[in-house]
């Protein structure tokens, strides 16, 4: 069985993959210090919990936008699943679709990944969201060429922001407004759900409505992140939301490279 890692900036998903298929995942927050031993006792815990044991996993895929996570990742392939863990993106486990862009080496592994991913679902022209630290925007055109996209601020970052600059303004939760869906708050929190969510959902509405223009073409959008379901309520911007989508590419590029 597979055990692909996507390692985030702000956490690192484990999922075990069975024939494209995924078993179970475990989440923990990202931290470069922490070594192979420490995720090896942890990860065994919870194998045990879904009936697993580490003998379990006979292959390990690791996509990662954090270099200094990779290293003891590598370690925990080596020393507790007896394997050389793929690496996506390098050597046989490239990312095999054109990149039509000026800094292709620039690309974010989480990012490629949910191109293979989607190229790979969906046919045509696609405008694929990222709701992770940073909110991407990324497009790929019908035959599969990665034509360029938009990082913003996560949602959370925005929020992060907001209070640790305004001394007076204190931390809520991220949802949508209560009551008949008004945007003009009668109170503090009520103005600073407004700001974050509405102006949230317009951010992603105007940047879909003017890549779709400038595409010029029929676009499908295809939302991902753990973020993602939050928003799916308010806005009909999203033609279909798969929240495991960096882990389907990964499961696809460890294919690819065994061939």
């Given at each position: ?8 900036n702000t956490n690192i998903v484990f999922a075990l993959v069975e024939s494209g ?106 405008i694929i969201i990222d709701f992770g630290t940073a909110t991407t925007f990324d497009v790929i055109d019908f035959k599969g060429t990665y034509k360029g996209g938009v ?109």
């Amino acid at each position: 069985m597979l055990l692909a890692v996507d390692a985030g900036n702000t956490n690192i998903v484990f999922a075990l993959v069975e024939s494209g298929q995924i078993r179970a995942r475990w989440r923990i927050a990202t931290d470069p210090r922490r070594t192979a031993d420490e995720y090896a006792v942890w990860l065994s815990q919870l194998l045990g919990l879904e009936g697993f044991t580490m003998a379990t996993v006979t292959g390990v895929i690791i996509g990662t936008v954090v270099p200094r996570a990779l290293h003891n990742l590598q370690v925990l392939a080596q020393k507790y699943f007896k394997t050389e863990a793929v690496i996506a993106g390098k050597g046989d486990a490239g990312w095999g679709f054109q990149l039509d862009v000026e800094e292709p080496e620039q690309l974010g592994a989480d990012r490629a990944l949910n191109c293979i991913a989607a190229h790979a679902n969906h046919p045509g022209d696609l405008i694929i969201i990222d709701f992770g630290t940073a909110t991407t925007f990324d497009v790929i055109d019908f035959k599969g060429t990665y034509k360029g996209g938009v990082i913003a601020p996560g949602i959370n970052l925005s929020l992060d922001a907001l209070v640790t600059a305004a001394a007076k303004l204190p931390r809520i939760a991220i949802e949508a407004p209560h009551g008949n869906n008004s945007v003009i708050g009668r109170n503090t929190v009520d103005q600073m759900q407004i700001g974050i969510y509405w102006g949230y959902v317009a951010m992603i509405e105007g940047l879909v409505a003017r890549t779709k223009a400038e595409i010029g073409r029929p676009s499908k959008v295809i939302a991902t992140g753990g973020l993602a379901v939050l928003f799916e309520k308010q806005t009909p911007v999203f033609d279909v939301i798969e929240p495991d989508l960096t882990i389907q590419g990964l499961a696809m590029l460890w294919e690819r490279s065994k061939v």
